[in-house]
């Protein structure tokens, strides 16, 4: 039967990310390239977003229809049910395909046994279809409260724009040509797109194409970047050939915009993690910037480590954060993500803020900047950091980047079709 292999793969991976804690990019990654087949591995991809976005869902459907639904200690039946029922609704596959397939997993997986059950429930699926589920329910309590405190009149526009997929973003790499010429190559090759008013590079697709089928992509002439992570080049606006230190770099999305717009650029480029920094030199080696690019795995806090006493005219501090503006993409955020977590994400978002002042110069900028929609991470920590330091004023940001929070502006999901994300300007007193 075709797309058992796909199949038994997409079940390993729920099973894993659903009741092991692991992180569905890192799952995905691991369990891709065994699949030789591209429609393989777009089947296991399309599998596992539907079900970790719609999970709740699944588990409500399962709960009402069986007298003991399988808990987490039977995962891996737990995973082919909700992976059958997400290949039903929301993928809307043939019906007798997904049963004759899901029954052909349960084999494969040594769960003949259950055959049975995986075929009468979805059949009874087919028969009712899945009922519509609470999208809220994807988000634990304590992280659903804290978003209502912070967006009361926002909430329900947060919780549907964050279960649903993403458009793919592009951001035209400005050393190759135009966008304008690069969207007409699109056209030619019968990819349908939108070039967007409020961001000079980027361009908007709305049905999902692979990368390797994105002209010139393997000649630097494009990247994928959702539009609200693009804006930081413009809210940052580094003067020309500046120095200019990346903090946080990895995988490097944003600083390649900054070289794109500006080869001249003298860049630093700091992580903590050496496999992430890895990402930045081949993304920078494909793109054919940062050539000249001082690299180096440190921990940005740590100053004494790393810095060689010259201060920056331009910091990025794109800081390690909770990730709950981007859930669209990353729909295992909520599923992952503790309380406990955000205590220490703003902890180190404070060090990181402190050091990055150190190494600027009198008159330089930093940007201070999430993909967090939380105002403990952002307004609240911005406001606290002006607060202990004297010598830094924020500076105005327009209604591109979004609404008045605190001292910066916050977009929220989905808002201008991005990602929600966070945007401080703090210019330090010359
Ligand atoms: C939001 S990501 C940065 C994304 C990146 N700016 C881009 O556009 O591609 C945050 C990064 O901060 C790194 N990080 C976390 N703590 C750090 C620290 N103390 N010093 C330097 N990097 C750190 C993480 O490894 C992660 O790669």
Same mark, same amino acid.
């Given at each position: 039967m075709a797309g058992v292999q796909a199949r038994v793969a997409s079940v390993r991976v729920l099973d894993a990310v659903l009741h092991r804690g692991r992180s569905l990019k890192a799952a995905l990654a691991q369990a891709l390239p065994a699949l030789p087949d591209p429609r393989d591995r777009a089947l296991v991809e399309a599998i596992c977003f539907a079900v970790v976005r719609g999970r709740a869902r699944y588990e409500a459907a399962l709960a009402a229809w069986m007298p003991k639904p399988p808990g987490r200690r039977d995962g891996e039946l737990r995973a082919l049910l909700y992976a059958g029922l997400a290949q039903l609704d929301p993928l809307q596959m043939p019906a007798h395909a997904v049963l004759s397939a899901c029954v052909d997993v349960a084999r494969a997986l040594g769960r003949a046994h259950q055959a049975g059950l995986v075929n009468a429930l979805l059949r009874r699926a087919q028969r009712e279809g899945v009922p519509a589920g !609470?999208?809220?329910?994807?988000?634990?309590a304590w992280l659903r409260e804290r978003l209502r405190t912070d967006w009361p009149e926002d909430i329900e526009a947060i919780f549907a724009a964050s279960a649903q997929p993403a458009p793919l973003w592009l951001r035209v790499n400005r050393r190759h040509g135009t966008r304008e010429a690069y969207a007409a190559r699109l056209a030619e090759a019968g990819i349908a797109c939108a070039i967007d008013a409020g961001n000079p590079d980027a361009i908007r697709l709305d049905a999902g194409v692979a990368?390797?089928?994105?002209?010139?992509f393997s000649a630097g002439e494009v990247s994928v970047q959702d539009v609200a992570a693009q804006a930081v080049a413009d809210a940052l606006?580094? &003067?020309? =050939?500046a120095r200019v230190l *990346? &903090?946080?770099?990895?995988? =490097?999305g944003k600083a390649a915009h900054l070289l794109e717009r500006d080869p001249g650029l003298s860049l630093t480029g700091l992580d903590v993690d050496r496999q992430r920094l890895d990402r930045v030199r081949d993304t920078f080696a494909r793109l054919g910037v940062g050539a000249r690019a001082a690299l180096r795995v440190a *921990? &940005?806090? !740590?100053?004494d480590a790393w810095w060689d006493g010259e201060a920056f005219d331009a910091v990025l501090l794109d800081a390690p954060c909770?990730?709950? =503006?981007i859930v669209r993409r990353q729909p295992d955020v909520p599923l992952h993500r503790r309380a406990a977590d955000i205590q220490a994400l703003c902890a180190t978002q404070a060090r990181l803020l402190d050091a990055g002042w150190r190494v600027l110069r009198p008159g330089g900028v930093l940007l201070y900047t999430t993909c967090s929609i939380l105002r403990d991470e952002n307004a609240a920590q911005v406001d606290a950091f002006l607060a202990r330091t004297p010598d830094a004023e924020a500076e105005a940001l327009d209604a591109r980047f979004g609404r008045t929070a605190g001292a910066g502006r916050q977009r929220l999901p989905g808002e201008g079709g991005g990602d929600g994300f966070y945007y401080a300007r703090l210019r330090r007193r010359g």
């Open positions: !609470d999208i809220e329910a994807q988000w634990p990368v390797a089928a994105l002209p010139g606006g580094p &003067a020309p =050939g *990346d &903090a946080c770099i990895a995988p =490097g *921990d &940005a806090a !740590d100053v909770s990730a709950t =503006g």
